[in-house]
């Protein structure tokens, strides 16, 4: 399958774009549509790189508006784990499936995911069309361990989500150090290194998280990971929000990667600024994420970035801190490898929007600052992963469905 798109504006220079078995073969200003190609004349609309969410709970789309206004663990132990144990692979499957059109609408082309049935959202993924790295949430430790062996639990969550593919990578996804024990966290990194796979887990997301850990291990989180070996260049940290200035050095010598996601941390109040300006001097490998939509409770990265960017100029006191182009790298994935980002040029996978460049957001000043001090999701025309239009004038196809389904969903588990 071949598409081609003309009249796009990239860099300020109107260009074409072919894409061939879903990677981009040519782009520039010559280059035009061949016989055969689904074309899409995008008539001036801006061509950019799709936007990669770092950590989510897709799923929990379902869970949108519930507990809002509670504390992390009251809302966690109250409103979410006794809702979380009734939860089926249909649920799942039908909440990550609108998280997904929530995300194509708003220029998500990427994702990386913790959740329950982790196999339910490898098959929403994949029927969606998106790209997305996929753990489920490993517990042995408090109210939310799960009946048998985490070693159990870890195996039978990837054989669900199977192996790595064309949309789909496998991960294997710890809680967090305080819902899994040390024999577990030392297991997952020898699993995590004789397989080759990414570890995805929430870090130092609080004060109290980390008073505790000093109290039990007599060191801080990230140093504790280190020691059980589970921090590397196939590491995702979540939050990091009571990152230590040592634990920052460490992070990028080990070269993890951490997901910052301010609007969730704002929401939950978790008591600081995640060390932005810290972590960037030290040069530790950074993404963008949402959180789940229970959590912040939106999946538009558009409307982060530009969180992202005041809160660390706030933090500052320094408007000229954090500029757009930055948070843009951010956002788009550029600041990690780990998390699969991108430029947009020959070779590389076709994922990729185009923008309504003569929006009143985008059509004045300068385009970039545009991006994320003044735009929303709603700026997005079309999205375009592996080479297939999965949005196009603003339309997902089926997401009338996709809604009314989950919406049934949510009936059934006393959430609507």
Known sequence: MSLAVTGGRLDGEVVGLRVEGGRIVALGPGVDSRPGDEVIDADGMALVPGLVNGHTHAAMTLFRGHGSDLPLMRWLAEVIWPVEARLDADDVYWGARLACVEMIRTGTVR????YWHAGATAEAVED????????????DVGAAAGKGTLHEAAERSLEQIGGARELIAPALAPHAIYTVSEPSLRWLADTAEERKLPVHIHLSETEDEVARCIEAHGVRPAEYLDGLGLLGPRTL???????????IELIAERRATVVTN???????AVGRAFPYLATREAGVHLGLGTDGPGSNDSLDLFSDMKTFALLHKHEAGDPAAVSAAETWE??????SPLLGGGDLAPGRPADFLLLRADSPQLGLGDFTAGLVYAASGAVVDTTVVNGRVLMR?????????VLSRALERARRLGLA
Not at 129 to 139: D, F, S, Y
Not at 393 to 401: I, M, N, Q, R, T
């Open 393 to 401: 004038g603003g339309a997902v196809e089926g997401e009338d469905e």
């Open 262 to 268: 301010p609007v969730a941390n704002l929401k939950l």
């Open 330 to 335: 951010i956002a788009t994935g550029r600041r």
């Open 128 to 139: 969606a069309g998106l790209r997305a790295t996929i753990g489920a949430p490993l517990i």
């Open 111 to 114: 994702f990386w995911d913790m």
């Open 237 to 247: 940290l979540a939050h990091g929000v009571w990152l230590g200035e040592e634990e």
